[in-house]
């Protein structure tokens, strides 16, 4: 019988490998990992499951156990798949939200508001000025491609943006990340 173990702040392919390394330590075979989830094939032994958990909490995830807390996780993975996907440009995310969850998109942002202390549209913001973050430090893309990257309608607004969001500038922010490359030579 499968069984699935939700997973709280896992964002990208690093938490992924960090959930196979423990599931590996532990011996603990047939389980499938993506974001957001374990997969196990079949219901732990009850001291392995609470060694398991143990060992998500001890490196910074945490184990999702009530229906609110696993709704609100749901959307953030949705909103990170959006971030990381190309295809994305014509998405309504309201629309995508209530039906990836099949439940009311005002009760799903109030609850998410409540939760989080702002809102899904924020939390978006957020990711996507982390990707854009990210992909300045990759220094292989102009800010026009980021832009275009992330479904930006123009440069400048991604601009605009940044410096809302972090108080700096895109160059302001390449110039630290250089910095900071230096500082370890």
């Known amino acids: 019988m499968e069984t699935a173990i939700l997973i709280k702040n896992m964002v990208c392919y690093r938490c992924i490998l960090s959930i196979d390394s423990i599931l590996n330590k532990l011996n603990i075979g ?103 973050k990210e992909l300045i430090r990759y220094d292989e893309l102009t800010i026009s491609e980021i832009s275009y990257e992330l479904n930006y309608s123009s440069p400048q607004y991604l601009s605009k943006q940044f410096k809302q969001i972090t108080g700096m500038t895109t160059s302001e922010f390449k110039l630290i990340g250089d910095r900071q490359e230096l500082d370890k030579i």
């Open 30 to 132: 047939n389980a499938k990992v993506v974001l957001g989830r374990v997969v196990l094939q079949e219901e732990l032994p009850a001291e392995l499951f609470k060694q398991l958990v143990d060992h998500i909490e001890s490196i910074g995830f945490g184990v999702l156990t009530n229906k609110e807390e696993i709704i609100i996780e749901k959307v953030k993975n949705i909103i990170r798949k959006i971030v990381d996907s190309k295809d994305t440009k014509n998405t309504v995310l309201s629309t995508l939200i209530a039906e990836e969850l099949g439940v009311n998109y005002f009760k799903i942002s109030k609850l998410f508001s409540n939760s989080e202390g702002k809102t899904i549209e924020k939390y978006l913001i957020e990711i996507r000025i982390e990707k854009v």
